[in-house]
């Protein structure tokens, strides 16, 4: 692994974003995606709920126990509002409660923390981490700066293990990132 070419920071990250790596991880174990993850950040901060969300099925629960054992940068935490977390999720607390409680519990630990970056996919996730002063960014977003800066060869055989799984990306920005490292017709 080169040796780090980022700006170390800290950041939470949701279940979406969580599970995605977690399958790419199984899929391309030679491009050790949480090693690059961790030259990128000095702390990965899991929320209490994204942790029992991602853990909630048992093909995902051990490799989410041995992630956190073998790469010491994962660290689990609990929100410390949960009334402030619920008035982004819980439609009792707030009918118009935009986003899903992995998303708000993101949102409000990093706020809690002081931690500016969240990773999030989720359109209106992302839409209310920008409205909370906070810089969302997405798998998209990852694998186009590690590519960019050389850690893993090649973007594309990424986002399409990531379609085939179902994750949701945007076409338009999966074409400007494989435009950018080089990779599109």
């Known amino acids: 692994m080169p040796r780090s070419r980022f700006e170390k920071s800290e950041v939470v990250i949701d279940s979406s974003c969580l599970r995605c790596m977690l399958v790419l991880n199984r899929v391309f174990p030679q491009y050790r995606l949480f090693n690059a993850l961790a030259l990128r950040y000095y702390v990965v901060h899991i929320p209490q709920h994204v942790w029992n969300e991602v ?8 490799p989410l126990k041995r992630l956190v054992q073998r790469h010491q940068i994962f660290q689990r935490c609990d929100v410390g509002s949960q009334h402030r977390a619920k008035l982004l999720y819980d439609r009792q607390t707030n009918p118009r409660a935009p986003i899903h409680r992995g998303e708000a519990e993101t949102i409000i630990q990093a706020q809690e923390l002081g931690i500016s ?4 996919d989720e359109r209106k ?7 909370h002063s906070l810089n969302p960014r997405g798998i998209v977003g990852l694998i186009r700066e590690f590519t960019l800066n050389g850690v893993i060869p090649e973007a594309r055989p990424l986002f399409e293990e990531c379609k085939r799984n179902r994750f ?5 920005l999966i074409e400007s990132v494989l435009k ?3 990779e599109s017709p």
């Open 180 to 182: 950018e490292t080089g």
């Open 55 to 62: 853990g909630r099925k048992g093909h995902t629960r051990g």
């Open 117 to 120: 970056e969240v990773l999030m």
């Open 168 to 172: 949701w990306l945007d076409d338009e």
């Open 125 to 131: 996730g992302t839409k209310i981490a920008l409205a």
